[in-house]
C-alpha cells in the first residue's frame, strides 16, 4: 500500500509538470485552432533562462537556496517564455493567419527545430546541472501519522503540486473573470464576430500565446529543480507527452489538460513502478500511455472532458 | 551547349584530378562521441589517441610516414556512427578505424567495417557481441562477461547477498553487463531481489527506485553510462535508500561526481585502470597527459592511448598497412605493455587483461584491488 501511495505521489508530481505544458498547447488550440508545436521547447527556453537567472538570484542569498530566489528565477523565466511566444506568434504565426491550417502547422515544425538547434548551439549540446534552488529534501512525515511515515516525499514534488494548483486557479480565473479572458473565449467561438464586437483580435492572440507560453516557462524551472540535468534536446519528450495529454483531456478544454497531464504521469509512473507484477516491460511505459490514448479517443472522440462540435446545417 | 556552361563541369573534373593532399601519411579514421549526453567518453578517448599519434609522429612515424588522425565526432546519437564511418572508409580511404566506447555505436559500426575489410579497434567497448562481428573487429579492453562476474564476486566477498539492477534498455552495454552480473551474482549465491529498467536520456527514476527501494536490497548494481547514473544516485539518496551502489567502467564520465555530489561516496565501480597506481608506465602517462591536457587521465583516455599504440604496433610488426596483413598483425598482438595492462589479445580478438575496483571517495576515485583475469 505504502508503495502504491509512493508511486501515487510521484506520478502526481510528474504529471502536474505534462498538465502545466499541456495548458499552454490546449488554451492556444482552444482559441486559434491551431496546435503550436514550438510549445515543448518554449518549456526548454524557460529551464535556460532559469540556469542563466539562478547564479545572479543566488548571489544575494550567498550561494545559499532561497525560497524568495527560486520566486524570482520562476517568474523570470515566466516572463521571458511569454515574450518569446508573442514574437514567435508575432513573426511566424500571424502573417499566415489567412493560409491553409497545414501551412501554420508546418511553419510551427519548423520553429521548434529551430529552437532546439539554436539551443544546442548556444548553449552547448551537453547536459547542464541545474543548481538547488531550494535546498530540495525530504519531508518527514510525522510519526502518529501511522505507517506513512514511510513515504519519502520531497519539497520539490510539494513545489509542483502546489505551483500547479495556483497557476490553475489563476488561469481559471483569468479565463473565466477578466476582459481578456472574455474576449479569449469570445474568439474562440468566433473570431469575425468577436472583432466585431470591438475585440483587438491580435492584441488577445498575443495574450493567449504569451499566457501559455509563460506557463511553459514555469514547468520548465519546477522540471529543473526535480530533476537538475537539463539540455537543449529535454524539451522534446515531455512536449509529445503534453500534447497527448492536451488531446487525452479534450484539446480546448482546460481542465481537460490538467486532468489529461495527470493521467498520464500517473500511469506512467504506475506501469514502470509495477512493471513485474504487470509483466509489462518498463520500457513500454510511453506506449501504455498512448495505447490508453488510442483506446479513449475511439470512444471518446472528443476527449475525456471534450464537447462534441456539432455542425449545424 | 555554350562553352561557359560547361566551366563548372571542368572544373569540378579538375578539382577532383588532384591527388590527395597527403599521399605521404598513413590515415587513421576515429569516431567517438565528442558531444552530446556521452561526451565525456569521446572527448577523453580522443586526447588519449591524439597523444598516442602525436607522440608516434614526434618519433619518426611508422613505416617511414606521418600519421594522418581523422576524428568524426558521432553527437551521442545513435544512427551518426554508421554515417561517419561510412565516411571515413569510403571517403578518406582510412587504412584502420579506432573507436567507440559506447557498445552500442561500436555494433553500429563493426559490420561496415567488416564488410570493408578495414580493421576496427575499440579502445573500449566491452558488450561481448562486438568482437563477434567478424574477424576485422577488435577491442583493447576486457568484456562483460568478466566485468560481469568481478563485481558479482566483489559484491558477495562484503556480504551483499541481495542485489538489485537497475539496467539501461538502451544501451547493449548496459544489458550484456547486467546479465553478466546476474548470471555470476545467482551462481556464486546471490539473490536478485528486483531487476529495473530505464532508458538512456531519462532524467526521473523515482518510480524504479521506488519499487527497488520495496525490494530491500543490500546494493544496487548500475550497469550504466555516468550521465544517468549521477542522477540515479543523487534521487537514490533522496528517497532514503542508503545501500552501496555498484557499478562498472560506464561511470567513468567528467560529470559524475559534479553532478552526484555526495551521493556516490562509498559506492564501486568495476574500471580498466587506476590513476593511483604506482607503476612506472602508467604515472609516466599521466604525467604526459596532464601536461598536455592539463587534467589526469581518465580510464577512457588510458583505452584511447593504448588503442592508437596495438595499431602502430601492428603496422610496425605487419610493415605494410594493406589488408590482410595488418589485420593479422594485430590480431597476433602478444604482451604488448600498455598503460591499462599486458595486453595479449586472444582467438575472439578480446584482451585479456585485469580489472581494477575504485571506490568514490574525497572527491574523487581510489583504488580497492585489482582482480586477475
Known amino acids: 500500500m505504502i508503495e502504491f501511495l509512493q508511486q501515487l505521489i510521484n506520478g502526481l508530481s510528474l504529471g502536474a509538470i505534462y498538465a502545466l505544458i499541456a495548458l499552454g498547447y490546449t488554451m492556444v488550440y482552444g482559441v486559434l485552432r491551431f496546435i503550436n508545436f514550438a510549445h515543448g521547447d518554449v518549456f526548454m527556453i524557460g529551464a535556460f533562462a532559469g540556469l542563466y537567472v539562478a547564479p545572479a538570484v543566488l548571489k544575494f542569498s550567498n550561494g545559499n537556496p532561497s525560497w524568495t530566489g527560486a520566486f524570482v528565477v520562476l517568474v523570470v523565466a515566466m516572463i521571458v517564455c511569454a515574450i518569446l511566444g508573442i514574437i514567435i506568434e508575432k513573426l511566424a504565426y500571424r502573417p499566415l493567419r489567412n493560409r491553409p491550417r497545414l501551412t501554420v502547422l508546418i511553419t510551427a515544425i519548423g520553429v521548434s527545430i529551430f529552437l532546439e538547434n539554436f539551443g544546442q548551439y548556444a548553449f552547448g549540446v551537453d547536459p547542464r546541472s541545474f543548481p538547488d534552488l531550494i535546498g530540495d529534501h525530504a519531508i518527514t512525515i510525522p510519526a502518529w501519522c501511522g505507517r506513512l511515515t514511510d513515504l519519502t516525499i520531497m519539497v520539490s514534488q510539494v513545489l509542483v503540486f502546489a505551483v500547479t494548483l495556483f497557476l490553475l486557479i489563476a488561469l481559471r480565473f483569468i479565463v473565466t473573470k477578466t476582459k481578456l479572458g472574455t474576449a479569449m473565449r469570445a474568439l474562440s467561438v468566433n473570431p469575425v464576430a468577436t472583432s466585431l464586437m470591438g475585440v483587438n483580435n491580435d492584441v488577445v492572440i498575443s495574450f493567449t500565446f504569451g499566457l501559455g507560453s509563460a506557463l511553459a516557462g514555469a514547468a520548465g524551472i519546477l522540471i529543473s529543480i526535480q530533476q537538475p540535468s537539463i539540455d537543449p534536446l529535454m524539451g522534446l519528450q515531455p512536449g509529445i507527452k503534453a500534447f497527448v495529454a492536451a488531446v487525452l483531456g479534450g484539446i480546448g478544454n482546460i481542465p481537460g489538460a490538467a486532468l489529461g497531464g495527470i493521467l498520464i504521469g500517473v500511469i506512467e509512473t504506475l506501469v514502470v513502478g509495477y512493471s513485474d507484477r504487470l509483466h509489462i516491460p518498463p520500457g513500454y511505459r510511453d506506449a501504455v500511455a498512448f495505447l490508453l490514448l488510442i483506446l479513449i479517443l475511439l470512444f471518446k472522440p472528443n476527449g475525456l472532458l471534450g464537447r462534441v462540435e456539432r455542425e449545424k446545417v | ?373
Open chain 2, 1 to 373: 551547349m555554350r562553352i561557359a556552361s560547361l566551366l563548372p563541369f571542368f572544373a569540378t573534373l579538375a578539382l577532383g584530378a588532384v591527388p590527395g593532399l597527403a599521399q605521404d601519411q598513413i590515415k587513421v579514421g576515429e569516431f567517438a562521441s565528442l558531444s552530446g549526453g556521452s561526451a565525456s567518453f569521446g572527448q577523453s578517448t580522443h586526447n588519449g589517441t591524439a597523444l598516442a599519434i602525436e607522440e608516434i609522429n614526434a618519433a619518426g612515424g611508422l613505416l617511414g610516414r606521418k600519421i594522418d588522425l581523422i576524428s568524426e565526432d558521432d553527437r551521442s546519437l545513435s544512427g551518426e556512427p554508421a554515417t561517419i564511418v561510412h565516411k571515413l572508409i569510403s571517403e578518406d580511404n582510412v587504412v584502420a578505424v579506432l573507436g567507440e566506447i559506447a557498445s552500442s555505436k561500436s555494433l553500429e559500426a563493426a559490420p561496415i567495417c567488416q564488410e570493408n575489410h578495414i580493421p576496427m579497434i575499440s579502445p573500449g567497448s566491452t558488450n561481448a557481441k562486438v568482437t563477434q562481428v567478424g574477424d576485422y573487429i577488435f577491442r583493447a579492453c576486457f568484456i562483460d562477461p568478466f566485468q560481469g562476474k568481478v563485481m558479482a564476486k566483489f559484491a558477495l566477498s562484503r556480504g551483499w547477498k541481495n542485489a538489485a539492477i537497475l539496467k539501461d534498455v538502451k544501451q547493449d552495454y548496459s544489458i550484456g553487463l547486467a546479465d553478466a552480473f546476474q548470471q555470476s551474482y545467482t551462481a556464486a549465491g546471490g539473490t536478485v531481489v528486483k531487476v529495473q529498467e530505464y532508458t538512456t536520456g531519462d532524467k526521473d527514476f523515482r518510480a524504479q527506485l521506488t519499487s527497488i527501494k520495496a525490494s530491500h536490497p543490500d546494493a544496487i548494481f548500475i550497469p550504466g553510462y555516468y550521465g544517468e547514473v549521477a542522477l540515479i544516485a543523487r534521487q537514490a539518496r533522496q528517497f532514503g535508500i542508503k545501500v552501496p551502489l555498484l557499478g562498472g567502467d560506464g561511470w567513468v564520465g567528467e560529470s559524475l561526481l559534479k553532478v552526484a555530489g555526495h551521493s556516490l561516496d562509498g559506492c564501486f565501480f568495476s574500471n580498466h585502470y587506476s590513476q593511483d597506481d604506482p607503476s612506472p608506465v602508467i604515472q609516466n602517462f599521466v604525467k604526459t597527459y596532464a601536461a598536455k591536457y592539463g587534467e589526469k587521465p581518465d580510464a577512457m583516455a588510458a583505452l584511447g592511448y593504448d588503442s592508437a599504440k596495438i595499431l602502430a604496433d601492428a603496422i610496425t610488426r605487419a610493415g605494410t598497412t594493406d589488408e590482410p596483413k595488418l589485420r593479422d598483425a594485430i590480431a597476433a598482438t602478444k604482451d604488448f605493455k600498455g598503460v591499462t595492462g599486458d595486453i595479449s589479445l586472444d582467438a575472439d580478438r578480446n584482451a585479456t587483461k585485469a580489472a581494477v575496483i575504485l571506490t568514490i571517495a574525497d572527491g574523487g576515485f581510489q583504488f580497492v584491488q585489482r582482480v586477475a583475469p
